[in-house]
């Protein structure tokens, strides 16, 4: 594949599955809002530590399903034809069916424990069981997912991921506009539900399973080797879910549930934009590097690329979150969640190193070192947890966003040095230049917003402006775009050369 080609086929991915995600934050800001108003920032704390529980339960009786599923089917659609296809389906079928029947039940018989060590309160081990029915659900979406992936059926995820973000809304602010706080159970199992019932109609759409139906014993066999195979999978998966799931117990335990309401404000908003560029690194990325992973030099290109164009897309986004923060939570959410801002603030400036460690984070799991995937998952998380934990007491509820800078500070580097032993990776000269522009700039604008808010915002708006400018000339010329898109980054280069006489 040609570098032109590379950079369309990584832009028109982001442009699908992005664009599916700019609806859903234009979705979800109405959801936010209404949610906010309606049950305050303790039932949006208890909202996110239940979803977190299902997320975290997923995790572990999904068993790597997710990953290893994509692989296989990827594998078989590449290699094996419909036949091969067909047999993988079931194969998978059957497999997630067992897992999310097992992970349902150990959910529900562990709803006691869940309540008391989680949730601080037994009580409410009567809805933690109902919350087993969400694992369950999960487990098969994942699954969904998976073959959907592996098939390269990215419209067909944009289109679920759109309608169960505008479904599940509508629902949820039903739920909650009738029952309020005591519909928050039903809420949490609206998403799974929803998601799992559209996928369930776009798995069918692929037509019949073709190809022999693989007796038990075939079955038994590929599932342990894909239980080998997603064990890493999962340990990271539950390092990250279960990191999460620590840092809002330790503020619930410490700081009360209006606290965990603040801190979940912010990692909504710090997490929901972001998946407008993230998202489609797994969908898209992910396949395309595990196929040239032994070629050291293609990989290092890939790399280079995803991270260039991820920069890029992040940057006047980013720019702008960092300039309107007070404004953002205030029209998102309620003057309730003021404290907020403080931890968006610094949640920003580590999602930064965030883009910048993901695509070399993929050099680790595309090679198969799942224990040095854990390794690193694991180092990272624990500096979040252990940030939080020590600067509790000091900074209150601030201390999550400090300790997730601090986080990507330190996986940064490790990443990094992973992907330099297993493909020699080099950061390119593009990259470089973007990542000191790009920081330097978020920097200028986030030390500006707190000496003087009108004047923060003022350089926000500005810098980002600049870099999406920047982003479409440079986008345009990589792509060699024609049309309107090409006489624009003709233009930019035109005033690039005249800059340089100048000067």
């Known amino acids: 594949m040609s570098t032109t080609s590379s950079y369309r086929t990584i832009l028109r991915s982001s442009s699908i599955i992005g664009g ?31 979803a977190n529980l299902v997320q975290a339960a997923t995790t572990v009786a ?30 998978l079928f059957w497999g997630a069916l067992i ?27 009567k809805y933690v069981a109902w919350l087993a029915i969400g694992v369950a659900l999960n487990v098969g979406a994942v699954s969904q997912s998976a073959l959907l992936t592996g098939m390269r059926r990215i419209g067909d995820l944009a289109r679920i991921n759109v309608l169960a973000g505008i479904l599940g809304t509508i629902v949820n602010i039903v739920i909650l506009w009738i029952w309020g706080m005591q519909g928050l159970i039903a809420v949490v199992l609206v998403s799974p539900a929803v998601t799992f ?29 894909m239980a080998r195979l997603g064990f890493a999978f999962m340990l990271s998966g539950v390092v990250a879910t279960v990191g999460a799931l620590v840092v809002r117990t330790l503020v619930q335990r410490e ?47 890939m790399v280079n690329e995803q991270t260039e164009v991820a920069l890029l897309l992040t940057a006047p986004i980013l720019l702008t979150m960092l300039g309107f923060v007070p404004w953002v939570i205030s029209l998102l959410y309620t003057s309730d969640f003021a404290p907020a801002v403080e931890i968006l603030r610094w949640q920003l400036l580590g999602d930064i190193l965030k883009v910048m460690s993901w695509p070399m984070a993929f050099v680790i799991v595309a090679a198969g070192a799942g224990k040095t995937f854990v390794g690193t ?32 500070v330190v996986y940064l580097p490790l990443v990094y040095w992973q992907a330099r032993l297993r493909i020699n990776f080099r950061m390119s000269e593009a990259v470089r230049k973007q990542t000191i522009i790009f920081l330097l700039a978020a920097i ?60």
Request: proline share 4%.
């Open 62 to 91: 999904g068993l790597g399903i997710g990953n290893v599923g994509t692989r296989r089917i990827a594998t078989a659609h590449a290699e094996g034809g419909a036949g091969e296809v067909g047999r993988t389906r079931r194969i």
């Open 197 to 225: 019932m559209l996928g369930h109609i776009f798995v069918s759409r692929l037509g019949p399973l073709e190809g022999r139906r693989p007796i038990l014993r075939e079955m038994m066999s590929e599932w342990g080797e």
């Open 444 to 503: 200028v604008v986030d030390l500006t917003s707190r000496w003087y808010q009108p004047a923060g915002a003022t350089i926000g708006i500005l810098s980002a402006v600049a870099m999406g400018f920047w982003a479409l000339i440079s986008l345009s010329k990589l792509t060699e775009a024609k049309g309107k898109l090409g006489r624009i980054a003709a233009f930019g280069e035109r005033v690039r050369e005249w800059t340089i006489r100048e000067r």
């Open 20 to 50: 599916a995600q700019v609806i859903n934050i234009l979705v979800g800001l109405i959801r936010m809002k209404i949610v906010a108003v309606l049950i305050g920032p303790t039932g949006v704390g208890l909202i996110g530590l239940y």
């Open 377 to 408: 998952e694991t180092a990272a998380m624990s500096v979040f947890a252990l940030g939080t934990f020590i600067g509790l007491p000091m900074l209150g509820v601030t201390a999550t966003g400090v300790a997730f800078l601090a986080m990507y």
């Open 99 to 125: 897992l999310a029947a097992l992970g349902a039940l150990g959910f529900w018989l562990l709803r006691g424990i869940i309540a008391e060590q989680m949730l601080d309160d037994p009580e409410k081990s």
């Open 255 to 301: 700081l009360g549930p209006d606290a965990l309401g603040q801190f979940q404000a912010a990692w909504v908003i710090g997490m929901t934009y972001l998946g407008v560029v993230l998202s489609a690194m797994g969908t898209d990325y992910f396949p395309r590097l595990t196929a040239v992973i032994n070629d050291p030099k293609a990989a290092t290109r």
